[in-house]
């Protein structure tokens, strides 16, 4: 349950709920507004059925919550949440791009592409260094090697950094390089990762499981928060279902409901949920217009030739062409890019 108190309630009684509230073996969870404090409270809550909290001293008034997430519900904190990465963000009035490739190839290739979508609009630079695939005869990607690569990339074109870790090794690595790291779809219920990721200290794109609901994302959502670490976004980029002429379908309803549920931003990746290039700018412009904060696309200096995903990457030219038509549907969400 959350307890909203009166507008400008005084630190004292504040203070005095969260004191009746943990006298109880409670946990509470603060979130302090530019006027309103709302107090969250987690455990047994029939413990405080005879402390009469309503008529507290400026409390205003006790809301049930239902959903088993806390800190990433809506409810709890009302307010958008806008979270730094680098030198950008994610959230608030911007659409954040991000782009690059699956996985981290060479140095060349690495910086090539870096290059090439900073001219087109992005702001973080993705490239797999860890890669999660289906079989273990494919590429896996450079490890720490492809780290630095992406380390180099950020110092040359200022781009911040984003790359998925798939173990606690990776995490370690990762906390030396890039600004961000990212939790993969088949990862989304490794609870292990998600705590280690909560305590990496780094802001965590959470993307969306390969069969997961909303609920159960948001869950996942609420360990690496629960570890201290608020800097979370979700990505949505498709599920499966009986359809197979794409990779996966594209959710696009997870974008309205997560906004109603949640103050978490999210991004799209129509990349990974078409698994087809032509596909790629036409369900962009539809995250957009359904409120998405940012897009996830993935780019190569030559797809035909890439050791992952190549039939989804965008060229160079295709990239620059998406980011130009975006332009119109950013401006009529509101949105500067
Ligand atoms: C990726 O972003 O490279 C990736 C593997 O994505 P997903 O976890 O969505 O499949
Ligand atoms: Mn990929």
Redesign the pocket.
């Known amino acids: 349950m959350i307890i909203v108190m009166k507008p400008n309630a005084p630190q004292a009684s504040i203070e005095n709920v969260i004191r009746i509230i943990e006298s109880k073996g409670l946990e509470t969870h603060l979130s302090i507004g530019k006027e309103v404090t709302i107090i969250g409270v987690v455990g047994d809550k029939s413990k405080l059925q005879t402390e009469n909290l309503e008529i507290a001293p400026d409390v205003d008034k006790i809301v049930p919550v239902t959903e088993s997430y806390k800190l990433s519900n809506k409810k709890f904190h009302p307010e958008p949440s806008v979270i730094k990465v680098g030198n950008t963000q994610i959230g608030g009035n911007t659409l954040t791009i991000m782009a690059g490739p699956?996985?981290v190839e060479t140095e060349k290739q690495l910086l090539s592409i870096a290059h090439a979508v900073k001219a087109s609009g992005a702001t973080i630079v993705?490239g797999?260094a860890y890669?999660?695939r289906t079989s273990p005869y494919s590429f896996q990607g450079l490890e720490e090697e492809g780290l630095r690569y992406m380390q180099k990339a950020k110092e040359e074109t200022g781009l911040a950094t984003i790359c998925?870790v798939t173990s606690l090794d990776a995490i370690n690595a990762a906390v030396k390089y890039v600004d961000m790291i990212?939790i993969?779809?088949?990862?989304m219920q490794n609870f292990y990762l998600l705590k280690e990721a909560g305590k990496s200290g780094l802001p965590v794109l959470l993307?969306r499981g390969?069969a997961a609901t909303i609920d159960e994302w948001l869950n996942a959502a609420e360990y690496i928060i629960a570890e201290g670490n608020p800097n979370v976004v979700l990505?949505e980029?498709?599920i499966r279902t009986f359809e197979t002429t794409t990779r996966n379908t594209l959710d696009i309803s997870a974008v309205p409901v997560i906004k109603e549920r949640s103050h978490l931003p999210i991004i799209v990746?129509p990349s990974?949920a078409t698994g087809v290039r032509a596909y790629v700018k036409p369900l962009a412009k539809s995250a957009i217009a359904a409120g998405a904060d940012g897009l996830?696309i993935?780019v190569h200096n030559d797809p035909a030739r890439a050791l992952?995903?190549g039939p989804q990457s965008l060229t160079f030219d295709q990239f620059h062409e998406l980011s130009n038509e975006i332009r119109p549907y950013a401006t009529l969400s509101g949105r500067t890019f």
């Open positions: 699956c996985a993705r797999g890669k999660p998925e990212q993969g779809a088949r990862n993307k390969l990505c980029r498709g990746d990974h996830m993935e992952s995903d």
